[in-house]
């Protein structure tokens, strides 16, 4: 939390990218022992009661949110049995490969490899053509398509986005820094129907 907090990509990019590095290691790292450990159990598994009989391994979809969505965004890259993306207001990290000479960072050039879909809130969405460390989002800005979608919620922030907002309204404030103008249940219902639509579309 302090690196976090003391980190400032928007004026030493080349001080954030070792933090990048370091902070995708760990949550990449995270995600894919669970899939693999899900993948390894369900291919144990052979009681019909099971939870592990629920999971279907070819479709696969990973989520998460700031942090945790770039992590979900790297391992969807790296890893062929991803099939979408879900992210909640997250850089993508993972595809920062430097800085150049004037201070911006240099993404990897290939196109994202499946389908994904970027919530943003209140917090970055102005911010998405300015802010550096989100040069590869708003890029995707510019190719909405079906496999390519971006999703604006406004009136809530960052933290609004998680189901922090319903377990303690008043972090989420805290957290924000402002009131936001929808009730959390409605916010999470939205979040879930929207996310629910695109896999829908993808996967099912």
Known sequence: ???????????????????????????????????????????????????????????????GHSLGGSAALGVGRQRDDIKTVISLEAPFLCDIQGVDDNGNFIFEQSEYP??????????????????????????????????IQNVYLSGIGHFSLTDLSLSSPFLTFIFDGFKTNNAPEETVKQINEICLVFL?????
Request: hydrophobic share 40%.
């Open 114 to 147: 499946v389908p994904v879909l970027n919530v943003y809130s209140d917090a970055s969405w102005e911010h998405l053509r300015e802010w550096k460390r989100y040069e590869e989002n708003a890029r995707l800005l510019d190719m909405e398509s079906n496999d």
């Open 1 to 63: 939390m302090k690196e976090i907090a003391a980190d400032s990509p928007q004026d030493k990019p080349e001080q954030s990218l070792p933090l990048f590095e370091k902070w995708m290691n760990i949550c990449t790292g995270d995600l894919i022992f669970v899939l693999d450990t899900v993948i390894e159990k369900v291919s144990e598994e052979s009681g019909e009661l099971s939870v592990y009989g629920l999971v279907d391994i070819s479709r696969i979809c990973v989520m």
């Open 200 to 204: 829908d579309s993808h996967l099912k």
